[in-house]
T-cell receptor
């Protein structure tokens, strides 16, 4: 299947700092990219949907000024967690989708905010 | 609003057993349904994708069926192995905006296959 990479795979940061997570589709051009977060023993919660060159669409309850999404190209999307706090600690997973095909997921990024 | 349910939340079986994982969804107007596997601390691996016009898909020891009218899908795993131990997630894609509409996930079934 198609490959989606995320970087970094884990990050530890101090409260108040910003963290950027990259998501790349390595062997296909993604029509749409999605960002999810997952708490322990819970399912994935969609945070936002982004299409290349346009603003991301955020799900209800997700602060767009806190979780900045940039979809610079058909193979790259970034999520920046601004002014991170301990409650932002979670497992963040990106996904890339090519219209009419399966949705492929990255390996996830474990964020720990101290 | 689409809701996806997977029951039970956890399942433990002896190695070699054939098993069925169930998934139900409330809105039958779906574009497709996808089964994923997630290992602890890892991302999701796509197992099978069933388009709304299809009844089933097979890959190796896995077979997924779809009954759209009744809002149900099953994932059949033949001759289970300890390596099959993982969480299995069912997700449906709606038709609101066609192929780019979002996936709605169930909470998953954590499977443990005992040697």
């Amino acid at each position: 299947g198609a490959v989606v990479s995320q970087h970094p795979s884990w990050v530890i940061c101090k409260s108040g700092t910003s963290v950027k997570i990259e998501c790349r589709s390595l062997d296909f051009q993604a029509t749409t990219m999605f960002w999810y977060r997952q708490f322990p023993k819970q399912s994935l919660m969609l945070m936002a949907t982004s299409n290349e060159g346009s603003k991301a669409t955020y799900e209800q309850g997700v602060e767009k000024d806190k979780f900045l999404i940039n979809h610079a190209s058909l193979t790259l999307s970034t999520l920046t967690v601004t002014s991170a706090h301990p409650e932002d600690s979670s497992f963040y997973i990106c996904s890339a989708h090519r219209q009419g095909h399966e949705q492929f997921f990255g390996p996830g990024t474990r964020l720990t905010v101290l | 609003k689409q809701e996806v349910t997977q029951i039970p939340a956890a399942l433990s079986v002896p190695e070699g057993e054939n098993l069925v994982l169930n998934c139900s969804f409330t809105d039958s107007a779906i574009y497709n349904l996808q089964w994923f596997r997630q290992d602890p601390g890892k991302g999701l691996t796509s197992l099978l994708l069933i388009q709304s016009s299809q009844r089933e898909q097979t890959s190796g020891r896995l077979n997924a069926s779809l009954d759209k009218s009744s809002g149900r899908s099953t994932l059949y795993i033949a001759a289970s192995q300890p390596g099959d131990s993982a969480t299995y997630l069912c997700a449906v894609r709606g038709t609101l905006t066609g192929a780019n509409s979002k996936l709605t996930f169930g909470k998953g079934i954590t499977l443990s296959v005992r040697p």
